[in-house]
C-alpha cells in the first residue's frame, strides 16, 4: 500500500488444524504436531480463494471443505482490515491501460490473426487423432506461418506480440469447445479420465518398481530400503522449523528435459515442489513405525501435464510391491478450470495445454477414505468456494476410479522377494557384551566387512542388524554365535558352595577362578571374612591356593558373578562341588 504499483485486491491467510474433532485456526505449533490437518489458505475480502496448500491424514473430504470454508471467511476479515488501512494510509495506485488505450493498430492485428488462424485452430483442436507433439507442431507451424504473412506486409509488427495474440485466439477456441460441445482437444468430456495402465515388478533385483501412465504421462518409480541409521538427519533449523530430527522416508521426484522432449538439466523448484507434494500425500498412508529406511524415486519419463499426480499412484504401486503395508493406497489427479465471462467449467484429469490454457491447475491427492494432499494453483483474480467444491467432489470421484485400476494391478503388500533386505534386533547379555564387541569393536567391525551387514546400537544391550539380503545375514548371525559360544562349564546353582582358586591378590580383594573356562572372579574384601579387613594379606592368603565360596547368582547391572566366603563361615556349609576336579575327571 505505500506504492502506488498497481493492486488489485487485499489478501489473508490463515493456517487451518483439526484437532479433537474441531477445526482450529492458526494452531500452535504443539497443535499442529498432533493435527490431522495442516492447511494454509489465502482469500480476498470477497472470500475467493487465491492459494490453498497442505496435507491432511486421510480427512474427510466434507471436513477439508469445511476447513476452507473457515479459511476463506477468517481470510476476508483479515484483507478487509488490510483494505481499510490501505484506503486510511495508503497511496493512489496507478490506472491500467484499458484495450481502448492499446491503439486501433493492435485491435486491427487481432483480427488479422484471428483471420488467417482461428479456421486452421479449429480444425486442429478437433483432429482427436493427433498426440502432445503432433498437435503442438502443428500449431506452431499455423503460429510461425502467420507471423511470416503478416511481416510481409508490415515489417515493423513486433513478433511477441503476434505471440501473445495468437495464444489469445488459442485460448478462447478452446474454451469455445469445452462450454459449447463440451469436448476437449484430445475429445474428452469435462469429467473424463485419460486412458490409465499400470504395472508392477518390472526389474527382480529394485526392492520396489512400478510404472504409472495415465495418457501421455509416464512415471517410473522405484523403492530402495535401507537400516534406520541411514535416515536423513535434518539441519538444526528443520528441526526448529518442522519438529523432526530425521526423515525414514524419502521421495526423489525427477522430470529430465527429455520428458517433453526438450534437453537441459534437472534440479529446478519445479521439482523440489512437485516431489514435496507427492512426499506429504504419500506419508499420510505409510505405517507409524517401519523397519526400514525407505527412499522412493520417481522419474518421470514423458510428461503431458500432472506428473506429481502421477508419481502419488507410481509411488502407492512401487511402495506395495516392496512390502511396505500401507494404511491405504492413495492416487492423485489434477483438476482444471476454464472461465468465459461468468460462465466457469471445472475440468477432471487436465494435460499440459489445459494447464497451459487454462485458469486453475488443482492437485488433489486422496485415498477412498479421505484427503491426503492438496495443492491449487490460481490464475485469476481467484476461486469460489463452489468451484473449489466442485473441484473437490470430482477429484474424489476421479480418484475412486483411478484407484480402482491400482487395485486390478495390486492392492496388497507383496509378502516375499529374494532381494529384500533383512532386519533383526540381537540382545547380548550384560556378561558378553565386550566378547560381542571385541577390543574396540573390532568384532563388529569385522563382521560389517566380511558379510555386508550394518550393526548399530539400538538401546543399552540391543543392536539392529541390517543385511542386503538373507544369506549375508545367516552369515553374519553364525560369525556372531561362534564370538558368543561358551565352551561347556558346569552350571552353577544358586545358593551352592564351590572350591575356587586365587589367582591374583589385590588391595581390594582377591581374583578366584571357579572353573578354567570362567575368567576369574573379583570376590571382595567385605566377602572374605565375618570380621572386617583391610586387606586379603592379614587372613594370609596367597596366590594358588584354594578356598570355598557361596554363589549368589549375576548381578543384574553388571552381569558379574556375586561370591561370598563369609556366608560359608557364618553358616553351616553346604554340600562342596569341587569343579576343578571335575574338570581333571
Known sequence: FPYTTLFRSAVGAVRLGYLGGQLIVNPTRKQLSQSELNLVVA?????????????AKCLDHKTFLEAIKLGLTHCATIADSIEKMGKEMGKTKRKSPQESELGAEVRE???????????????????????????????????DNMISQIRRIKPETDGSLLSDIFSKISTNIVRSLIFEENLR?????????????????????????ALFQRGQTQVFCTVALDSLHSAMKLDPMSVITGGVKEKNFMLHYEFPGYATGDLGKGGSRRELG????????????????????VRLTSEVLESNGSSSMASICGGS??????????????SGVAMGLVTRGGEQRVLTDIMGMEDFLGDMDFKFAATRSGVCALQSDVKIRGISLKVIEE???????????????????????????????VSRRLEVPPHKR?????????????????????????????????????EAMLEAETTIEEILAEEKVPELQFGGIYTGKITEILDRGVMVQLHEQMSPVLLHNTQLSARKIQHPSVLGLKVGEELQVKYYGRDPATGQMRLSRKAIQISSAAAVKNLQDSAKR
Open 109 to 143: 492485428l487481432h483480427d488479422l490473426v484471428d483471420t488467417l488462424c482461428s479456421g486452421q485452430l479449429r480444425m486442429l483442436y478437433t483432429d482427436y487423432s493427433l498426440d502432445k507433439l503432433s498437435r503442438d507442431g502443428r500449431m506452431f507451424t499455423v503460429r
Open 391 to 421: 473441484a473437490v467432489e470430482g477429484g474424489v470421484e476421479a480418484n475412486h476410479k483411478i484407484l480402482d485400476i491400482m487395485a486390478a494391478c495390486i492392492h496388497t503388500p507383496r509378502e516375499h522377494k529374494d532381494c529384500w533386505p
Open 317 to 330: 504401486l512401487a511402495l506395495l510391491d516392496a512390502g511396505i503395508p500401507l494404511s491405504e493406497m492413495a
Open 185 to 209: 482437444v484430445d475429445g474428452r468430456s469435462s469429467t473424463d479420465l485419460r486412458p490409465i495402465s499400470c504395472d508392477v515388478n518390472l526389474h527382480s533385483p529394485l526392492h520396489g518398481s
Open 43 to 55: 482469500g480476498t475480502t470477497g472470500g475467493l480463494a487465491t492459494m490453498l496448500e497442505g496435507d
Open 274 to 293: 512437485h516431489g514435496a507434494l507427492a512426499e506429504r500425500a504419500l506419508r499420510q498412508v505409510l505405517p507409524a513405525g517401519t523397519q526400514f529406511t
Open 434 to 470: 565386550g566378547k560381542f564387541l571385541g577390543p574396540a569393536g573390532l568384532n563388529v567391525k569385522k563382521i560389517t566387512q566380511d558379510t555386508g551387514v550394518q550393526i548399530s546400537a539400538e538401546s543399552e544391550g540391543v543392536w539392529q542388524l541390517f543385511a542386503p539380503n538373507p
